[in-house]
């Protein structure tokens, strides 16, 4: 991933979505926090990498699991989300689609609740507001004894799925006051490089 300029994801449920990553480098969560200073949540398991700013673009189709104001739920109905330069312009589905929506309203509404009280400036609540939509985090889950249970700490690492975050990236420059996770289940996954070359390293889920 640290050389790729971009990753395609593709499910057989309609998911079809590329993310970009020029310049970025992907995290290893590996659950070794023997050195000073290093930490991490458990069950570790999963590469981790924040998408190019305003860039990616295509459908998401969530069917695992996803963050939402009332917690982490286990999805019974998909939910789709078109993007277009990074960020999410459309959200369908059933329940748990709606509920999607109502989060990331209320999300989008905070920062300007805090501007209107003084505690942030007009700047920073702008940048909140509107990242609050902005994909923040393409992972990889590598760990074959996590299940998906509800739990995102534990759903994001399972094996044969990748997740998907939106609001908030790990290389601050796409500030958001939310991170909310969504799986993917059995992805296939595909890395394109500079020079046009590809390599696909998950296909219906299983690693190549």
């Keep these: 991933l640290d050389d790729a ?3 395609r994801i593709q499910t057989e449920k309609g998911c079809d979505i590329t993310i970009c990553i020029a310049g970025r480098k992907a995290k290893c969560d590996d659950g ?18 924040s998408p190019e700013v305003g860039k990616s673009h295509g ?3 969530f069917d695992g699991s996803i963050s939402l104001s009332e917690g982490e739920v286990v999805l019974e109905n998909p939910i789709k989300c078109k993007v277009e330069n990074g960020y999410i312009t459309e959200i369908t589905g059933g329940p748990e689609a709606r509920k999607l929506k109502e989060t990331l309203e209320i999300a989008r509404e905070k920062p300007m609740l805090l ?8 700047e920073t609540a702008e940048e909140y507001a509107k990242n609050t939509y902005h994909l923040g985090e393409l992972g ?13 700490l534990e ?5 044969r799925t990748c997740h998907i975050a939106i609001g908030a990236n790990y290389d601050e420059d796409a500030n958001a006051l939310i991170h909310l996770d969504g799986l ?8 394109k490089y500079p020079d046009e070359s590809v390599k696909k390293i998950m296909e219906n889920g299983e690693l190549l």
């Design 5 to 7: 300029s971009e990753v």
């Design 115 to 122: 501007l209107r009280e003084g505690k942030i400036s007009k």
């Design 59 to 61: 459908t998401i189709v």
């Design 184 to 191: 993917i289940k059995s992805p296939t996954i595909t890395v």
């Design 140 to 152: 990889i889950g590598l760990n074959k004894s996590a299940k998906i249970v509800g739990n995102m």
């Design 155 to 159: 759903d994001e690492k399972v094996y």
């Design 32 to 49: 070794n926090f023997t050195e000073p200073g290093k930490g991490g949540n458990l069950p570790a398991g999963e590469v981790f990498i």
